[in-house]
């Protein structure tokens, strides 16, 4: 089975702070995504990437960086976490490509306060 | 830009009755996904459409897809509790993947 893993869960953090959120698969996949859900919004695409060191800008980039160092490991930063980033993040990802089934992480509840 | 709007947004229905959740995106595109997402919990993958006319079926569950009409619908057959929860289409654009707003339905008993 995919795993896709997001080690923190839930965090509280202060604004101002810079938030790493950080996000490992399991199935040697190619592409890579961070979405942000917002109730009424639907799923947001961040940031993805489709190669080692590659990225490429969302739908909602402002705010946000990601890195992408090993094939594997997918990290969304917020050089300075502010309010309105509170939210959940939920991390994904698929076969090289276009088109294949994206498979996501447990998702990483933040609070700015 | 690719856009997925789905409807109705809140659908509250009781068990045993039938009922269509719609999918309708904008541009071409012959691949389209459904998730399910239980509260608190992350995006289950249902089914993937590949292609025009495609239909796929699980248990009270069938989805299909019409890629001229950019249209995808969601049948649930004789609802039970189970299937309360948020169900959400995404379609597949050159290495994106834009997703719906999400369909959160609730089944009473």
């Known amino acids: 089975d995919v795993k896709v893993t997001q080690s923190s869960r839930y965090l509280v953090k202060r604004t101002g702070e810079k938030v790493f959120l950080e996000c490992v698969q399991d199935m040697d996949h190619e592409n890579m995504f961070w979405y942000r859900q917002d109730p009424g919004l639907g799923l947001r695409l961040i940031y993805f990437s489709y190669d080692v060191k590659m990225k490429e800008k969302g739908d909602i980039p402002e705010g946000y960086s990601v890195s992408r160092e090993k094939k594997e490991r997918f990290s969304l930063i917020l050089e300075s976490a502010s309010t309105n980033q509170t939210s959940m993040y939920l991390c994904?990802?698929?076969?090289?490509?276009?088109?294949?089934?994206?498979?996501f992480g447990e998702g990483s509840w933040l609070t700015v306060v | 830009e690719l856009k997925v709007e789905q409807n109705p947004l809140f659908l509250s229905m009781q068990e045993g009755k039938n009922y269509t959740i719609y999918c309708n995106y904008s541009t071409t595109s012959d691949r389209l996904y459904w998730y399910r997402q239980d509260p608190g919990k992350s995006l289950e993958s249902l089914f993937v459409l590949l292609s025009n006319g495609a239909v796929k079926q699980e248990g009270r569950l069938m989805a299909s897809l019409d890629t001229k009409a950019r249209l995808s619908t969601l049948h649930i057959t004789a609802a039970v509790h189970d299937l309360s929860a948020t169900y959400f289409c995404a379609v597949a654009g050159t290495y994106k993947y834009i997703f719906g707003t999400g369909t959160r339905l609730k089944v009473l008993a």
């Open positions: 994904a990802s698929s076969q090289g490509g276009s088109g294949n089934t994206i498979y």
